[in-house]
């Protein structure tokens, strides 16, 4: 019941943006955009010895909503943007966790299962663009930005399931050895660059498409992994990574009596992939510190939908 009644304040609550898309009349504008959505994917929490993978954890992320802000400055041609975006706090998913600890083989050796719960979700946004094109009618923009984020999840309950004898590959059928209360949880914040391209075009007075594609050049982040069970905490160190991300729009303007007020929905594809060193320490009273864990290397790797309905209010002002 929760999480409809959240589907649908989503759904509805809507979007209000001054002259973001009336920028080709006016020299210079400035908008201000409240919008929500939902977010759909998973995060792929890796450890490598040498070339071989020996955990993965996978941290689902299925139809979280999130709410947000932005803004627009336009001088001319240059478009100054910047967005920020807050997810809701709620269970939805199941963390699993693999283990491939059989020497010369990738099948599984131990598995777990839990309930996961998004602690949080934060992103920041920011943008320069230049546009090139003819003026409300068709238009590219070239643009760099730079984007922070900032998520957690904890997995709760579940299940463990190894085989009684070690070094046999994990069946499924194995006992299920039930666990209660927090089992793992996992934090990330990355900071990743982007440079790319958007698009619009103008069908008729009543639609208009977009689209963007992005390439992610540069990213640096951290993530720290508790194993409560194991009374383990790992931190990665991640400086190396790369990624790519597009997306479109649909902007409807039905309303004959007002042309200012439209619909939109937008789509957007994200994925990200980085890597680096990984440490570990003791989770308790310890004298210990985060230690290199020699011959080991992290890998993070992320894919994420989001889609966005949206009540548009356009206007301008020009000098």
């Not at 759904?11 to 009349?25: H, P």
């Not at 909503?65 to 975006?85: A, M, Q």
């Not at 004298?287 to 309905?309: C, K, V």
Request: net charge negative; with cysteine.
């Amino acid at each position: 019941m929760f999480r409809a009644s959240l589907f649908f304040i989503i759904l509805f609550a809507g979007e209000l943006n001054i002259a973001q898309y009336t920028y080709a009349t006016t020299s210079t504008g400035f908008s201000f955009d409240f919008y929500s959505g939902i977010e759909h994917g998973r995060v792929d929490e890796e450890v490598y010895e040498s070339d071989k993978c020996i955990s993965r954890l996978v941290w689902p992320h299925k139809a979280v909503p999130f709410i947000g802000f932005g803004t627009d400055i336009r001088l001319w041609n240059f478009l100054i943007s910047g967005k920020v975006l807050n997810c809701f706090p709620l269970k939805g998913g199941v963390t699993e966790d693999f283990d491939f600890l059989i020497p010369g083989s990738d099948k599984i050796s131990l598995y777990s299962c839990h309930d996961t719960y998004v602690d949080k979700d934060f992103r920041l946004h920011a943008e320069l663009g230049y546009k090139i094109g003819i003026e409300d009618i068709f238009e590219v923009s070239p643009t760099v930005g730079i984007t922070y984020f900032n998520r957690k999840w904890t997995a709760r309950d579940g299940y463990l399931q190894y085989p009684a004898v070690h070094g046999i590959a994990w069946t499924g059928n194995e006992e299920k050895q039930t666990v209660k209360g927090a089992v793992l949880s996992y934090e990330q914040s990355v900071l990743f660059c982007s440079v790319g391209i958007r698009s619009r075009i103008k069908i008729s007075d009543i639609t208009q498409f977009g689209g963007s594609f992005f390439l992610y050049p540069f990213s640096r982040g951290d993530s720290l992994d508790n194993h409560f069970l194991r009374a383990l905490e790992f931190y990665d160190s991640l400086y190396e990574g790369y990624g790519y991300g597009f997306g479109c729009w649909i902007l409807l303007n039905p309303f004959k009596m007002h042309r200012y007020i439209g619909l939109r929905f937008a789509c957007d594809y994200e994925k990200l992939v980085i890597r680096g060193n990984t440490y570990t320490n003791v989770i308790g009273i310890s004298e210990e510190s985060f230690t290199l864990t020699q011959g080991y290397t992290a890998e993070n790797s992320s894919i994420l939908w989001t889609y966005t309905f949206a009540v548009v209010l356009n206007g301008a002002f020009s000098n």
